[in-house]
């Protein structure tokens, strides 16, 4: 059953990329929504068979880690893998209303989408360094693709910007790559990490993990390497802009936290982990402000992805040299963190995108008194926002918790600080939204309202980002569960 | 679970589904708007008298699960609660007829009423909050639920207003996050329990303890408008009436203040906390509060804002109450937290019928208003004596307590304290009262009185007359079983002798 | 001023880079690697299926990667001719007049055809593949392109698109078919790998090639506003 | 040695084309030279018993990437006359 | 010292080459270029470092040729995107009337 299921999770996005390629929009739509439908039962799946029964390695091809490549099917893949079915379905689902179908190029949207989807499955499930960069590319060209789509002159500037820089962290990352088969002779995480343990560290590894780590950094628009976020994820279609921000930006950190955890301690150092640290926070101040300067909407909610994504990276001080339970907590209030913020941006994105379409233009200024009209999707950008601000119950806040625990004691006081002022940021970005919708010195009495199912689907996610503070205990437990080493060399 | 179990998660749902179903009811329902609206406050009523009668009978009604590794979401019933509680869903119901009246014809009425019931529903989970971090979950939901109704009228003053109140309740939040993760670190998760938890405490983590004990009050202190974090409170005044007189006269600083209550009792115990030594600066802190308010408020000409500056004033009773050590004080403080609830729901009721019917807003306009409003005036009238102490109203049955209290535990300056506040209440009051009844109308009213015709709406007219009727009520009958004082005291032993 | 400091400041960190990825390139280079991949390599040569290892890594034992790559193709291809111009395609400017591209073509092209077609067969025992071969065969495309060939199967439309994928799928499809089998994804049956392997080079050339011309043919050369798309 | 010698000078050859192929003032040679780096690629994957990946690089690295480049840059030169390799370098 | 580590060393320089011109020049079709240069440059550390001491090893080998065809892929698309900005914008570098407040991207 397990294999089936593997194979289908493997298959069904890239199946249904060349059968999108093959149609034109709107029948790429009917067949991507059946898509759709399977690939996140194929998800579920996985993910109940992976809780129920624990993790498993996965050869492709019938070859074994050094010389095949294996995929690591443990707890935190299946749910970043159901994570990706839940956002992207979302983001397919709304996309086929909201993109118009009249303009020919859309075509090209199904099958970029679903190249991006085979390309995180690929990058949470890899266990090998270079497959790890082959879905890093798959991810970023598809990306780049849905960002120039359409092909106006800032799109194209922004995807140009956006290329440049995601394939600057990809050679980045390739060098490290070699620099450990160079060492190590494999390829494999679980073998460089299986030989590590009882083996001294060799000199000059070191280099190899902090080249992989900043090109992943670059990928993941980590400051000061952040400036090709916003104008891609600002200036992207808004479904195209929440797949971005919710899940893309999340496939590199993720393989930069996955070496940290397996190779930071014997490879990294403290200095590398608090200056980590250190740029996470500094882009969770400087991109709250940044995103409370923002005349335009969607870029606000851009910059607020740049300043999310810094609270990632305090995964790196808190789990360097600190006692097993912090690092534990911190890594589930990371992982918490990534989902919520992946449900939270999202919604948050597809609303705007929903208000944008409403007032007929992106400026914050536009939304003036718009809230007299109850829109539906102004609601939802604030219970989105209500997540980002960490605020309770969402899983923002259970995050933020975690993290909060974590470096209280591993006594690393400095981030509380942190944790504390970004969350009372997001909340001046957020409410500055809200503010300008209920100032009631406007004229406008014609407000649009979008159809209802394109305004379910941010309620829905942002629900979730909601919910999740709630059932956190549930999402994380299957995190915990054993994992069979046996396909390890 | 039983159903026990389940009556406080109704008692929350009461309010909540409320606000649902009124956010998705066009903005012309308004019947249907507020059927709902009253429906729901008096099943949520009847849910809370049922509850108060199965605490009195030592019922355990409570309801916990896991949310956080390590953390425990817990909605429980006890004494204290209730108490909070029973005010907020009397209060409720009352506001929302008033603010039915208050609001008749105006736009937005769906926004506005939704997060009234979001802002109820907060206020029923601080009440019910078994523990820190489920009762921070409710405080958080009631900042965010509250911002809509401040800025309601969409105006920049409001906004402005709106801002302000952000930034020092989301500030507050921050901090209380801060004392509450860093408690958790030191002591697990904590449950509210009487007579607390840190009677014995380590030596080694009594510093910690006393300064999670000031981040707590500080970001408590916020709401329940602590000197000097009061700042929001005056300006949040441009909210309509019912939302002045609910939120800002009940459920939000009073949130502070059962925050504050809950620390001392509940988490620290009160005689851990003497022990810490840090009840007497809170004691301190509480009585400067309630001189310097009242000092402000001779010199506001702003009704409401008079009136604001008497809330800071007189929620510090409360904090005053609680950090003397003493069961009489504390049933003094405690008693408070319902009287003063009472009172000045009647006054800021009282002062938007004043503005509704007749646009008064500033202090020098009210001559004469007792002749064109009597009922209105009259409820005005028992607030105000109420406040200032006059017998046998709430306000005199609170000092009286209060002073006996310190009196008890030796820390004779409290009375001093009364005194002077007392004399401050009838100073910035008494004026008020003398216009209502002894000046000349100062011009012809915008419309003229005649007989067999309230003096205004009826929605508007009985729920002032009715909350004075109460502060009377628990003032002459505060020794019967089920008033406010017996309540108090119930709390008080059960926190005294747990 | 300014700016020749930051030039100097850029130059002394992209040296001091250099220099640092050297030191550990050499320090690295001192010790043995601890997995011999290429012994193990050997020892697996014969259940490959083909005698060329680096075919075998390609194709068999590394599929995987092989296969994600042709995705990666396949999307520049897509995301290029999402804004192609193909009205370019008979722009008399472009076909060349040069008689010395002209002659070229005459004669390269077949001889390329050819190359590409041994690079292909040789994939198998020696060096060679569908990656070159595709190369090649691109490349001949190319030629003809400048030498002014209308070519007209690559305007966008469902012919090119299929073209583009066709490779892709039955990859995918040989991939699956062994999952249908109660195999693990991408694995093939002993029995069949080495006709497999061959097919599956096959048609990647010929994809591999098509998108390769396709991305050149769309590079837009008019100053139309909007992408234009053929109908299909 | 002749060995050495030739890895040497091919080495030496790699990056002085690499160096010339960026500093190049006049962007048509600078791709000229690239298609040239690409080339003595090829070579360098000869002598590194890599034939496959010479042939790809002469193919795609030199063949294709070069042709892709030179036909850009006589568009770029041609078009649009202010596009032509502007500012070389910096803001 | 053997012939595949001089290379892997190049191969080190190639990438300092190319990280300065990716990071320095401003023209597109220059940061291509040093893009594909500095992929050279790892592809040489990525099949030289081993086989300084293994010998011909054919699993870096195969790696490079699925980094050559990444890289033409990557390489063909900015073009045709370089091609279609220059159309609508007459820019051939991101410095220039910046559309966003900020400046260059890296």
Redesign the interface.
Known sequence: MT??L??GL??TP??W??LT??T?FAWGRVVTWGGIVVQVLVSLGLWLAVSRDGGFY??????EA????ELRVDGLAVTFVLLTAVVASACGFHAGVYIDPDK??H??FW??FW?LW??LN?VWLGGDL??LY??L??IS??A??LV????KAAALRASLRYLLAALLGSLAYL?GVA?IY?????LSIA?VVF?LED?PV????G??LALMVTGLALKTALFPLHRWLPPAHGIAQSPVSALLSALVVKASFYIAARLWLELGEPLGNLAAAQLVGLLGSAAVVWGSWLALRQSALKQVVAYSSVAQIGYLFLLFPLTYSVSESVSQQAQQGITLQVISHALAKAAMFLAAGNLILSTGSNRVDALTGVSRFLPFSLFSFGLAGVSLMSLPPSGGFAAKWLLLQASLGSGQWWWVLVLLTGGLLSAAYVFRIYRASFLENSETDEFYHPSRSLEVIPMVLALMAIGLGMVSEEVLSVMALPFEEEGS? | MTLNAWIPVFALMTSLVAALVIFLLPEKGYRLRTTVNLGAALVKLGLVVVMVWGVFRGVDYGLSFTMVPGVTFVLKADALSMMFAGLSAVLWLLTTIYAVGYLEDSPNRSRFFGFFSLCVASTMGIALAGNLFTFFLFYEMLTLSTYPLVVHRGTEKALRAGRTYLIYTLSGGAVLLLAIAWLHGVAGDLPFREGGHFIDADPEIHRSLILIFILLVAGLGVKAALFPLHGWLPQAMVAPAPVSALLHAVAVVKAGAFGIVRVVYDIYGVEASSALGVLEPLAWLAAFTILYASVRALSQVDLKRRLAFSTISQVSYIILGVSLFGPVAAAGGLVHLLHQGLMKITLFFCAGNYAETLGIHRIDEMDGVGRRMPGTSLAFTIGAFGMIGAPPLAGFITKWVLGSGALAAGMDWVIAVLVLSSLLNAAYFLPILHRLWFREPQASWPEERFWGRLETSAWLFWPPLLTAVMTVMVGVLASLPFSPLSWAELIVLREYSP | MI?TL??LA??AA??S??G??????????G????????Q??SE?MARSGVEH??T???L??????????I?????????????AKTASLEDPELRTSDSLLYGLQRWFVPLMLMLAGY?LWAGAHR???A??AG??L??TG?LMRLGGVPMDFLRPG?LL??G??LG??VF?LV??AS?IG???????PPELTKPLILIIESVLTLS?AM??LA??V??????A?????GS? | MTEWLLDGLLVVALLVTAAAALLSRDLFRAVVVFIAFGLLMAVAWVRLQA??I???EA??GA??TG??LL??VS?LGR?RPRGQDKGGN?Q | MTAP?LY??AG??L???G??GL??LSHLLRKLVAFNIMGSGVFL?LVG??Q????????P???V??G???A???T??A???I??YY??SGLTSLTGEPASREGAPE
């Not at chain 1, 996965?58 to 070859?63: A, E, F, M």
């Not at chain 1, 060799?202 to 590894?205: L, T």
């Not at chain 3, 769309?218 to 100053?223: F, I």
């Open positions: 294999l089936w593997m194979a493997l298959f890239l199946a990329a060349v390629l093959l034109d996965y050869g492709l091809g019938g070859w050094p010389l095949g490549i020919p190029w075509r090209y099958p970029l190249f085979s390309g690929a270079f497959n082959v879905g590319e798959l060209l598809s780049v693709g120039a789509l359409g092909g060098l620099l160079g060492q190590f002779g494999t073998g030989w083996h060799p000199a000059g590894s280099l190899a060399p | 700016r930051k030039t850029m130059v992209c040296v880079f250099s640092i990825l050297a030191l550990s390139i050499w320090t690295i280079a010790q043995p690697a601890p997995v011999n991949l290429p193990l390599l697996n290892p680096v075998a890594v390609l068999n034992f590394r599929s995987y990667d092989t296969l994600l790559e995705g990666v193709l396949v999307i520049a291809g897509i995301a290029g001719i999402s804004m690079l060096p060679g593949g990656f070159q190369a090649v691109a490349a190319v469902l698109r299929l583009l994928v892709f799928t995918l991939a699956v999952v109660g195999d693990a994804f991408l694995a093939y591999i998108v390769l991305l050149f769309s590079a837009p050369v008019n100053d506003e909007d992408p234009e798309e299909s | 034939p496959d010479a042939l790809a193919a795609i063949g294709l042709v892709l036909d850009a568009h078009a910096g | 580590l892997a060393l080190a320089i990438c300092g080459i990280l300065f990071l320095w550390v470092l081993p300084h001491q293994g010998g011909q090893d054919p699993v080998q195969a790696l040729l699925t050559i065809v990444v033409i892929a990557a063909a698309l073009v045709v995107l091609r279609r159309h609508l």
